[in-house]
């Protein structure tokens, strides 16, 4: 079946550690690719899209993802966590048809300071 | 601007009963989308609307429906609530259809069915 796969449930990290944060996904074609994030009671938060053009993307807060077609894969980095980044990360896949959106089940991230 | 306003925020619900949740998209998006978040599943699409019109349907029963007002406004009814629906549902708006870069999120009614 078709779906967006992130690997880690659950991760937990010292302040200044590196992160990256899987993300694969099993749609063919056309694909558009997003993360989110959810910081404790607040809503989803756009954080970087993939649209088209240079794999390797930038978005807020020193986020970046790197889109393998190959690998089906949209894997989120940051070299350095800070506490604040303690939050929810949803992968998400649009196929270009619609706003439609298929996400990850999401990947909790703990920074301890 | 003012963002994605869901209502209520809150709500508590018997099995068997049924349920209108409210979304107001930002001032000048027509497209709205409506999600269920469990933290089994993840976000699941359930619907979205584009002028009035439901556009696109996820894999849900039917007792998950809704609709679209001329103002962009949309609402999303359960009936027949079951404890599995316990969920936050999130609605999320756009300029258009094609719109993605700019989907908004509300904050989400909490579902709680006892």
Redesign the interface.
Same mark, same amino acid.
């Given at each position: 079946a078709q779906s967006v796969s992130q690997h880690n449930h659950h991760v937990i990290l010292s302040e200044a550690a590196s992160l990256e944060l899987g993300c694969n996904y099993s749609y063919g074609g056309t694909v558009n690719l997003f993360w989110y994030v959810q910081y404790p009671g607040q809503h989803l938060q756009l954080l970087l899209k993939y649209f088209s053009g240079d794999p390797l993307v930038k978005g807020i807060k020193g986020f970046e993802a790197e889109f393998i077609k190959s690998k089906f894969s949209f894997n989120l980095r940051k070299p350095s966590v800070q506490w604040s980044d303690t939050a929810e990360y949803f992968c998400a896949v649009n196929l270009g048809t619609g706003n439609q959106f298929y996400f990850g089940t999401g990947t909790s991230l703990t920074v301890i300071p | 601007k003012a +963002?994605?306003t869901q209502t209520p925020r809150y709500l508590i619900k018997t099995r068997g009963q049924q349920v209108t949740l409210s979304c107001s998209p930002i001032s000048g998006h027509r *497209?709205v *989308?409506w @999600?269920q978040q469990t933290p089994?599943?993840?976000?699941?699409?359930l619907f979205?609307y584009?002028s009035e019109t439901q556009?696109?349907k =996820?894999n849900f029963p039917g007792r998950f429906s809704g609709r679209q007002f001329s103002n962009s406004r949309s609402e999303m009814n359960v009936s027949t609530l079951e404890l599995g629906d316990s969920a936050l549902y999130?609605c999320?708006s756009?300029t258009s259809?094609g719109?993605?870069?700019g @989907?908004t999120? +509300?904050? =989400?009614t909490r579902l709680t069915v006892v």
């Open positions: - | +963002g994605v *497209s *989308s @999600y089994g599943q993840g976000l699941q699409f979205e584009f556009r696109n =996820g999130l999320a756009s259809r719109d993605i870069a @989907y999120f +509300g904050s =989400g």
